[in-house]
């Protein structure tokens, strides 16, 4: 598998774990597990169990590993030299994934910036133009309230008027 790729791949995990809700539920359900599995009574027994053997162990494996220095001084140099080698590479190429991935994310970054202020300027022009309508609308009800109140008054006064003339004699 292309160790970009691969990469890529632990960083979106890692950013869907760390960085969505869900992914946070997720992140504190497994913490949550692993806990509960970390204290789980076998468990403790089988690391206390583990450390007395390897304190019995240690001065055992120190009395071998000194010994095998004293065989063999050289290949301790040899596997420093092979070790230091790789680790040069794994070193470089983490690199070059590292700086290809932080390239892909900031490319992502870009279009996704691009897209919400395309997007933002969509919504501003829609909302002008109900903003706009909503403005036309309050105003042709204010007109025909006008009117009506107008006309109303009228018919108003007009009752009143026709009330105040003094009635024709029978």
């Known amino acids: 598998m292309n160790p970009r790729i691969l990469a890529l791949a632990v960083g979106v995990a890692i950013?869907?774990?760390l960085g969505t809700r869900d992914g946070r539920a997720r992140y504190d359900q497994m913490?949550?597990?692993?806990?509960?599995?970390?204290?789980d009574p076998r468990v403790v027994r089988a690391r206390k169990d583990?450390?007395?053997?390897?304190?019995?162990?240690?001065?055992?494996?120190?009395?071998?590993?000194?010994?095998?220095?004293?065989?063999?001084?050289?290949?301790?140099k040899d596997v420093a030299g092979k070790v230091a080698e790789t680790a040069k590479d794994v070193s470089a190429k983490a690199t070059t994934a590292a700086k290809d991935v932080a390239g892909q994310v900031a490319e992502t970054a870009k279009d996704v910036s691009a897209k919400a202020a395309a997007t933002a300027k969509d919504v501003r022009a829609q909302a002008t133009k109900?903003?706009?309508?909503?403005?036309?609308?309050?105003?042709?009800?204010?007109?025909?309230?006008?009117?009506?109140?107008?006309?109303?008054?009228?018919a108003a006064l007009d009752t009143i008027d026709d009330e105040d003339d003094p009635k024709p004699a029978s």
Do not use: F, H, M, N
């Open 31 to 39: 913490k949550a597990k692993v806990t509960e599995l970390w204290e």
């Open 130 to 154: 109900v903003a706009g309508d909503l403005r036309e609308r309050g105003e042709e009800l204010v007109d025909s309230a006008v009117e009506s109140a107008g006309k109303a008054r009228e």
């Open 15 to 17: 950013g869907y774990v």
């Open 50 to 76: 583990v450390e007395a053997y390897a304190r019995q162990q240690a001065p055992v494996i120190r009395e071998r590993a000194e010994a095998a220095a004293k065989a063999a001084p050289g290949v301790a």
